[in-house]
């Protein structure tokens, strides 16, 4: 056989990044179709470039020539004509493609093509993006002018050096505070709050408003030879997140008080504790873990010292009452520690530690992706003691004090300072702050722990398998008060043109924007790729999403409480693959704000809220023209939103009730809205343009809550079985006002898991109540519960047997009649 000429290895499902207005593939073609894409052209680092053999067209991929584009990339390319198989390497990469398999590997680690290579004559074709990110560069896709862009990823300047570092805050003008940090605010300088980071939530995705959107993680119960068993609910379905509960089918992993208890579940009538995970002696916290088939990564935080206590020196004695002679040890400055340890868990009854992980910083969120686990974490740069006075050029042992730093038992059990020549900064937004994302891989132990440091924060993270994204929001002033105009209560309702000497002035507004970076996950390595930002602040991961290779993300932009041109509005954005604009809609419910966001594929939904509770869904099938297709407004609002199937979602929040203020009359009355019990909808957008809740379940009144609210993690849901569950705390009225509204707490009545079967048909139909808390319990409570070791935080299921778990106690319930069959108190 003749050797295939290889020309051109850049492996880029151009599903995504090549399609035309519509988000259609270019090309309708059938499974074993192709068609010439001889109208596409192709610039190699802003150079145009020609092959012999055009593009094909295969169900909607784009499928390249090899060696050329490979080698032009530096990458060396062999041909095993036995094998049919081709092998690429570059630096430390090595990549093993066989023709007519989708199956490849790189450096020893499965991966999966978006199609197979094939051969064109005696020209081997691959899919393009693959190779782009395998080695480097970004892909990108003109619809104008139908062009694929190949370019080096985004190159960021280092800070270089201690000093550099002290100069580049000073420039940025930051004042360090315990716990954030804060831009010194001037009329004519720009300002950034950095917020607190959170743990949130965001969304799967879908291929497209005709087919059902990708199911959630745990909608797909997994296999064990107890049978199905439930799964963590997830952001995005292969993208696990770490949670206070896991279970392999078998056994239950939960961080409990401090401990991590393993507890054989199944059969439920031998469940029993197998072994506790003590951190006795050690400042560590547990807050949350991943469990696999061998390992179990238990993830918290700890505190270390940052200078040497040998160091410091002791301060004089101190003469005590009665003559006695103290000694007082200096108060030494610590820092925040995120902690992973890694177990081998092949003996439940006694897991073996195998190593820890320590990242400087405050936690921020994480991820495990296959064998692959990611860690980020924001640590504050403790710019108030870089900018004492220098007393000369500070010493390395001083730099390195102040560098983030990261320890990695696998490597050595010290604490390794990053070079400041390996920190990178963004140049528009230099923080007395660092983020910090370490990863590993737990099938190669013995490697080194990856970590990455810039200079910045991350308070927002989203995920697909192959890339994350770290949302922070900025802050800059657009009107500013002048100091010496305060606001006089004599002033008038309305400004006039001699507004400013009566003394009234509006007051000062802000503009915030949401700068997004984006990061490539490979096999437990991150590669800076590029940045983009949008008008508006996120509320959570919800309010992100990438589809096709599209970034999508909502923000609310301007204060509810303004009435002028700055009062809130939202908004939805699209980006493309280097994070550069490609279409919007803004301007949605003016006067609210974003409640809740939920993608599917290529429509998104949207609640704001101040007085009433609209939905909106938006249409995303053409990412440069996004559509409001409909609203719906109903009393209450959703803070969490769960796809049930392509044309329904549930929504979980709160009902309100909105009533007018006595004393103010029309034409413009004035309205107070109350919230009440914890309200479930189930929503039909069949007919897009005319959303309607189908049905509705309130809990409670007043006072009732739920972690769901707060936590998606909290929520157990399956399709497949009709099967949705929750925990939450009840309160009920003791009001009997003829309005049927509550203004304050009712009385506490109930703590624990509500049960339902859901279908379209009937609705939300409560089958279970089902509580830890004993009868005694329940009365000692009175009127407010403020929880107890007894409080369920968590549901799940294994085969017929449906859990609940608290810190004191895991209870067994038949998945059928719900009937209660074993309980197991928890030490």
């Known amino acids: 056989m003749k050797k295939p000429i290889l020309t051109g290895l850049l492996v880029v499902a151009m599903a995504a990044a090549l399609t035309p207005p519509g988000n259609q593939p270019p090309l309708q073609v059938h499974a074993a179709a192709s068609e010439e894409g001889s109208d596409i052209q192709i610039r190699l680092n802003g150079q145009p470039f020609r092959d012999d053999r055009n593009p094909l067209l295969v169900e909607g991929v784009t499928l390249v020539p090899l060696r050329n584009i490979a080698e032009a990339l530096g990458a060396e390319v062999k041909w095993d004509e036995t094998t049919q198989s081709v092998l690429l390497r570059k630096d430390t990469s090595e990549i093993v493609l066989t023709v007519g398999s989708a199956d490849a590997v790189k450096n020893g680690q499965p991966i999966r093509l978006e199609a197979a290579p094939r051969l064109s004559g005696d020209i081997t074709m691959v899919p393009l993006r693959f190779i782009g990110e395998s080695f480097d560069t970004l892909v990108t896709w003109n619809d104008a002018t139908r062009t694929v862009s190949i370019d080096p990823l985004q190159a960021l300047p280092t800070v270089g050096s201690y000093d550099n570092l002290k100069a580049l805050l000073e420039k940025t003008q930051v004042v360090s505070g315990s716990t954030s940090d804060l831009r010194l605010f001037r009329e004519n300088s720009s300002t950034a709050v950095m917020e607190k980071s959170e743990t949130s939530n965001a969304i799967s995705q879908s291929d497209s408003v005709a087919a059902a959107p990708a199911a959630p993680a745990e909608a797909k119960a997994k296999q064990s030879e107890s049978g199905e068993y439930s799964q963590t609910n997830t952001q995005v379905e292969g993208v696990d997140e770490a949670d206070v509960v896991k279970t392999d089918g078998t056994y239950m992993y939960q961080v409990n008080r401090g401990r991590v208890i393993i507890t ?271 008008p508006g602040a996120v509320l959570n991961q919800f309010s992100m999403d990438e ?86 407004k109903i009393p209450g609002f959703s803070d969490y939103l769960h796809p049930y199937d392509e044309n329904h979602l549930i929504g979980f929040g709160k009902e309100t009730v909105e009533v007018p203020v006595k ?20 929503f039909d957008v069949t007919d897009v343009s005319n959303p309607v809740e189908k049905h509705k379940e309130v809990i409670g009144s007043r006072g009732t809550d739920s972690e769901l609210l707060r936590n998606h993690k909290a929520l157990l849901y399956s399709k497949e079985t009709n099967l949705l569950a929750f925990p939450v705390t009840v309160y009920e009225s003791t009001d009997s006002a003829a309005d049927g509204f509550t203004t304050g707490s009712g009385k506490f009545s109930f703590q624990g898991a509500y049960v339902y079967r859901l279908d379209l048909q009937s609705g939300f139909d409560r089958k279970a109540s089902i509580t830890h808390i004993s009868e005694e319990e329940k009365k000692k409570a009175g009127n407010g519960w403020y929880g107890s070791d007894r409080n369920v935080e968590r549901i799940l299921y294994i085969g017929d047997t449906l859990y609940t778990l608290s810190k004191g106690m895991i209870k067994a319930n038949d998945l059928s009649t719900f009937v209660e069959k074993d309980s197991l108190t928890l030490p």
Not at 663 to 681: D, E, F, H
């Open 264 to 534: 054989k579940a199944f059969p439920s009538n031998e469940m029993k504790v197998e072994s506790v995970v003590d951190f006795d002696g050690q400042s560590f916290r547990p807050s949350e873990l991943y469990v696999d088939d061998k390992h179990m990564i238990v993830i918290g935080t700890t505190n270390r010292n940052v200078n040497n206590p040998a160091a410091e020196p002791m301060p004089a004695p101190v003469e005590a009452p009665g003559g006695v002679m103290i000694k007082i040890a200096p108060v030494l400055p610590s820092s925040s520690v995120t902690k992973a340890v890694v177990y081998d868990i092949t003996d439940k009854s006694a897991p073996k530690k195998q190593r820890e992980l320590e990242l400087d910083g405050n936690y921020v969120s994480s991820r495990k992706i296959g064998d692959a686990v990611y860690l980020i974490t924001n640590k504050n740069a403790r710019y108030s003691f870089l900018a004492k006075p220098a007393t000369g050029v500070a010493t390395e042992d001083e730099a390195k004090k102040h560098a983030p730093s990261y320890r990695d038992t696998a490597v050595s059990d010290e604490w390794k300072a990053i070079d400041y020549g390996e920190i990178r900064y963004f140049p528009d937004s230099p923080e007395a702050n660092y983020m910090l994302i370490g990863g590993f891989n737990l099938s190669r132990p013995g490697q080194a722990m990856d970590v990455s440091a810039y200079l910045g924060s991350g308070q927002n993270v989203f995920a697909s398998e192959n890339n994350l994204y770290a949302a922070v929001s900025k802050t800059e002033p657009i009107r500013i008060m002048p100091a010496e105009i305060r606001h006089d209560s004599a002033a008038p309702a309305t400004p006039g043109p001699d507004a400013r000497i009566q003394g009234w002035v509006e007051p000062p507004a802000y503009e915030r924007k949401t700068v997004v970076y984006k990061f490539r996950l490979e096999q437990g390595k991150t590669k800076f790729v590029t940045q983009g930002d949008a």
């Open 547 to 632: 589809h096709n290779g599209i970034f999508r993300i909502a923000t609310t932009k301007g204060d509810m409480w303004r009435t002028d041109e700055n009062t809130s509005k939202n908004n939805l954005y699209t980006l493309d693959e280097a994070l550069k604009p490609l279409g919007k809609i803004e301007g949605i419910a003016p006067g609210e704000r974003i409640y809740s966001v939920r993608f599917m594929g290529n429509r998104a939904y949207m609640v704001t809220f101040k007085n009433t509770d609209p939905l909106f869904a938006l249409d995303l099938t053409n990412p440069a023209n996004p559509t409001v297709l409909g609203a719906l």
């Open 663 to 682: 004393g103010v009359k029309n034409p413009n009355p004035a309205t107070m809205v109350y919230v009440q019990g914890m309200k479930l909808s189930l």
